[in-house]
Each structure stands twice: as structure tokens, then as C-alpha cells.
């Protein structure tokens, strides 16, 4: 029943891990994303696609660069996962 829940965290790690290399290394293209997170070309396009989508991103002819709303997310990121953390925490049994 939590498969589905599992993957979509895993597919969450992998958006925020490339959007923090993408703010790191910017402007960055997917061959060098892909060669420095040890991610399939095909899964760094997906990924850049749902970032883009979201506005976390955008292209630009030397690669991709973050936006101003990636860096507000990112301040908000531990705080985002510590209520999910305290969300998840309560579902557990005693």
C-alpha cells in the first residue's frame, strides 16, 4: 500500500538532488548532470522536464539555471521535510 508513496519520495529526491546541482554547477546540460550524479541521461531529462514545468528552472542556450522560486524553495526545504517527517511519524504504530 505505500509502494506508490516510496516512489514518489524517491522521484522527489532525485528533482531536488538535480536542482541543487543544477544551482551548484548552473548553467549546467544534461550530459554533465548526468555524468555527476551517476543518473541515466533519460531520467536527468525527466526530471529537468518536471522542474521546468514547475518553474524551479529554466533553459537557456548554455544549459539549465535556477529560478528565484527554486531558491525560496530551497529555504523552506527542511522545514517542508520535517513536516512530512512529523506527518508520516504519526501514522506509525505503537
Known sequence: MLDKIQEEINLASRHIEVLQTVADQQPIGIIKLSELLS???HRIRYSLRVLESSGYIRASSAGAMVTP????MFQHLNDDIDDI???VSMMKQP
Not at 69 to 72: C, F, I, M, R, V
Open 85 to 87: 517527517i512529523r506527518i
Open 69 to 72: 522560486k527554486a531558491k525560496e
Open 39 to 41: 543518473v541515466p541521461q
